[in-house]
């Protein structure tokens, strides 16, 4: 198996930057497409950003696209998103993931294989 931890979530205010973590540990040598998802409250959740093993495709969701940046190092077995320019409806629960092949991000009903635990993000207008 294969375990996921997020980590670099906090408060903020509007036009401020964090970069969120993503370190796998366990069975780590499939080469797992890797994302993010966040939750905020009332909400459903929604597709944030999604890469490609070898980092040479990647996948925005319109509304973080230009502002925010995915990359991964798999030598570390770490993924990580920069967020610039945060915005107060960016406050959420982001949670990473990974599986088998980036399009499963953007597939309803796919279940991916591994979650994190969630970081927080709060961005105050």
């Known amino acids: 198996q294969v375990q996921l931890v997020e980590s670099g979530g906090g408060s903020v205010q509007a036009g401020d930057s964090l970069r969120l973590s993503c370190a796998a540990s366990g069975r780590t040598f499939t080469r797992y497409a890797m994302g993010w998802f966040r939750q905020a409250p009332g909400k459903e959740r929604e597709f944030v950003a999604a890469?490609?093993?070898?980092?040479?495709?990647?996948d925005y969701a319109d509304s973080v696209k230009g502002r925010f940046t995915i990359s991964r190092d798999n030598a570390k077995n770490t993924m990580y998103l920069q967020m610039n320019s945060l915005k107060h409806e960016d406050t959420a629960v982001y949670y990473c993931?990974?599986?088998?092949?980036?399009?499963?991000?953007?597939?309803?009903?796919?279940?991916?294989?591994?979650w994190g635990q969630g970081t927080q993000v709060t961005v105050s207008s």
């Open positions: 993931a990974a599986t088998k092949g980036i399009a499963g991000f953007r597939e309803a009903g796919y279940e991916l294989d591994y």
């Open positions: 890469i490609t093993w070898s980092g040479d495709n990647t």
